[in-house]
């Protein structure tokens, strides 16, 4: 069945630093993929989508690439801040069934002044 | 303002209360969703319903019950059959359709005690 593996956290950072979460997955066909974020005690926010290969998702200096020949969709941002602090999740449209989500386990950042 | 709303944010019941939680959204969204989120691991999909009076088991729906008499509300109850009711519970939105987002509500944090 379809599946998402993010990278364990958390992952620890200073201001300014440039961050990696890496994002694999397994589906049939081409599921759209998401990235939502989690700040402590509050639901998801949609943080940035590809709906097809090759389509790069951006939002709040934030980018992923929808990669088919390595089935990935890594988050990338240049320089975090404090407020970057949060929980990210990785996310495709399970191929089964239109509007489900399968969600990776989520990965934690603390970004430090 | 268009969203979705949860309520309560922190829930409180003894062991063997069934316990009603509230999600509303005036999006106009046909779907709506329930997750179970537990720490350190990603959301579980409970139930979904894709048009009003209809709904359909997710992943985890034991022990779980559903209504969809409004397009507007789609309250999830934990009843007493739920071995491990203790988590954070998420409701969502969406249209219908493929390679569509789904919306968060703020969630609410349920503590059997």
């Known amino acids: 069945g379809d599946s998402v593996t993010q990278m364990e956290g958390p992952v620890t950072l200073s201001e300014e630093a440039f961050l990696t979460i890496n994002c694999t997955y397994t589906a049939t066909g081409y599921p759209s993929l998401f990235w939502y974020v989690q700040y402590p005690g509050e639901g998801l926010q949609l943080l940035l989508k590809a709906t097809k290969a090759d389509d790069k998702g951006s939002n709040k200096g934030f980018e992923a690439t929808y990669r088919k020949e390595t089935t990935s969709f890594h988050l990338e941002k240049g320089s975090v801040q404090v407020s970057d602090s949060a929980v990210y999740f990785c996310?495709?449209?399970?191929?089964?069934?239109?509007?489900?989500?399968?969600f990776g386990a989520g990965t934690q950042v603390v970004v430090t002044p | 303002d268009g969203g979705i709303t949860q309520s309560p944010k922190y829930l409180f019941r003894k062991e063997g209360q069934n316990v009603t939680l509230s999600c509303e959204q005036n999006l106009n969204h046909d779907a709506m969703y329930w997750y179970r989120q537990d720490p350190g691991q990603g959301l579980r999909l409970i139930y979904y319903s894709q048009i009003v009076n209809d709904f359909q088991k997710g992943d985890i729906a034991e022990g779980y019950s559903v209504s969809r008499e409004k397009k507007e509300s789609f309250p999830l109850t934990v009843t007493s059959a739920q071995k491990n009711p203790t988590a954070f519970y998420l409701c969502?939105?969406?249209?219908?359709?493929?390679?569509?987002?789904?919306?968060f509500g703020p969630g609410t944090r349920l503590t059997v005690l």
């Open positions: 996310a495709l449209e399970k191929s089964d069934s239109w509007g489900k989500l399968q």
């Open positions: 969502a939105s969406s249209t219908q359709g493929q390679k569509l987002t789904q919306y």
